[in-house]
């Protein structure tokens, strides 16, 4: 069964659940008890799991006394980590865990780059819940970008990732994992403000546009002879280290170096930096401030 089938299942259980109990009746008030889900599609690379321990621990310090949860999109990480006996929940058993532990507010923040596909899942499942009216409110947050100031705020941040000692002349590449969906179009868009100001910096997806094989021709075109890669994903897991900077002959890395391009591969998600994960924890803050 796909994962996406399996989510709509999922969906449709909630949805049953619904008509065999009816929509909660009113009954006394309960107290109320603010929590704060953490949404990630997950990575079961040991090495990832600083991005996401820098993530909370930043959410943590801005907002004291708020619990927070975390929840993983990706069934096939989460059973690679349950086999190791680390177990992560769903979102829907997250929230299913949080409704029994009497929380009556919920912030979900979504940790995707984009509103793509597994974010738009993520907005189903908050609208199922909101219809089993068990919590008084459940909210969810805007991905890393969704505004012109979200845009803004990467920006700087990209600029302040960008390793010290590379030269003007070299290349940064920023390596997004991409998607079908129309909102893939986020990472050109980034890239067209990102050049507004440095011209050798580029943005390139692994599954969407622009490809590696169009950022070839466009760093050959400015007679490139060095570009640093850096993955623009929250964690430097498996994609990062093999379809970015892989040895086999379709990375982003083999590929561009038989371009006579020497690349230099940046092993560090986005979530390593604060700059970044300043954004997602300020959507978390819109989200509290929606709860109210």
């Not at 999922?10 to 909660?24: D, E, K, P, R, Y």
């Not at 321990?53 to 907002?63: C, F, G, H, M, S």
């Not at 100031?149 to 940064?172: C, L, N, W, Y």
Request: some cysteine; charged content about 25%; aromatic content about 10%.
């Amino acid at each position: 069964m796909t994962a996406r089938k399996v989510h709509g299942f999922v969906l449709f259980a909630l949805f049953c659940l619904i008509s065999m109990n009816g929509f909660a009746s009113e009954g006394p008030e309960k107290p109320r008890k603010e929590g704060i889900l953490l949404v990630a599609f997950g990575s079961s690379e040991q090495t990832a799991q600083v991005s996401f321990a820098n993530i909370d621990k930043k959410v943590k310090e801005a907002y004291p006394g708020i619990p927070v949860r975390w929840a993983y999109t990706s069934h096939i990480i989460r059973e690679k980590l349950a086999k190791h006996g680390k177990f992560l929940d769903s979102p829907e058993m997250a929230l299913a865990k949080m409704q029994d532990q009497k929380f009556t507010h919920v912030a979900v923040q979504s940790l995707h780059n984009i509103g793509g596909y597994g974010f738009h899942d993520l907005s189903r499942t908050i609208g199922a819940f909101k219809l089993m009216n068990e919590f008084e409110n459940v909210v969810l947050g805007y991905p890393l970008m969704s505004s012109q100031k979200d845009m803004e705020q990467v920006t700087a941040a990209v600029k302040v990732s960008i390793p010290a000692e590379r030269s003007k002349e070299d290349a940064v590449v920023l390596v997004g994992y991409g998607t079908h969906h129309p909102s893939n179009a986020f990472y050109a868009a980034l890239m067209f403000q990102l050049q507004l100001d440095d011209p050798n910096i580029f943005v390139g997806t692994i599954e969407g546009y622009p490809e590696v094989n169009l950022l070839k021709q466009l760093l050959l075109r400015k007679n490139i002879k060095k570009a640093y890669l850096m993955p623009f994903m929250s964690v430097a897991g498996a994609h990062a280290k093999n379809d970015m900077a892989g040895d086999e002959k379709d990375s982003w890395v083999s590929i561009l170096t038989k371009a006579g391009i020497e690349c230099k591969p940046v092993l560090k998600g986005t979530a390593e930096y604060d700059e970044y994960v300043a954004i997602w924890v300020d959507h978390v803050g819109e989200s509290l401030k929606r709860l109210k």
